[in-house]
């Protein structure tokens, strides 16, 4: 059975030959086009995630987050929300693998060993998020009215997510 690296050797060696015989076409315009564009693209989610991180350090830093324009979630919440699916996933999938009387004995030890490993390791990250959640919704003050009101004042909406806010005063909600 040939290894990894034959196998690209030889997809390397065909696409060399096939492109000295001319059999593959490049449209150099459209290659360009489309590399500009995806390069255009990559830039503007670089510059986006830059303001995410140092909108995440200045609200950390409890300053006056005037970086970006927040929505209805800022990014903070949005690190939570894919933390705690990330992590519930990996719990259920491991969970799963190293529940005794039913599936377990389907697995090799190694495989057990991983998965006790990695469902420990997610829900110690649950619990820590977990931790911060309840110190940030405790610090940033309104928040706790907030959920046991369901809602929150003008003031509050304009200087923690003007985006939303400008998005709900336009709709006249």
């Known amino acids: 059975m040939a290894g990894f690296w034959d196998l690209v050797a030889l997809a390397k060696g065909a696409l060399e030959g096939q492109a000295q015989a001319g059999q593959v076409n490049y449209q150099r315009g459209q290659d360009a086009q489309q590399q500009e ?3 255009k693209q990559f830039e503007l989610e670089q510059q986006k995630f830059k303001s995410n991180q140092d909108y995440l ?3 950390l830093a409890n300053r006056p987050v005037k970086l970006s324009e927040t ?15 990330v992590t519930i996933a990996v719990m259920v999938v491991t969970g799963l693998v190293v529940w005794q009387p039913y599936f377990a004995p389907l697995f090799p030890l190694w495989l057990l060993r991983l ?3 990695l469902h420990s390791l997610a829900a110690f990250v649950a619990v820590v998020a977990l931790i911060v959640h309840v110190y940030a919704a405790y610090w940033v003050r309104g ?9 929150v004042t003008r003031n509050w909406a304009k200087h923690h997510h003007p985006g939303w806010y400008r998005e709900v005063s336009k709709g006249g909600k």
């Open 115 to 117: 998965a006790v490993l």
């Open 143 to 151: 928040s706790i009215p907030a959920m046991t009101r369901g809602t």
């Open 37 to 39: 564009m995806m390069r």
């Open 71 to 85: 929505g209805k979630y800022n990014i903070a919440q949005k690190y939570y929300f894919w933390t705690l699916t």
């Open 57 to 59: 350090k200045e609200m």
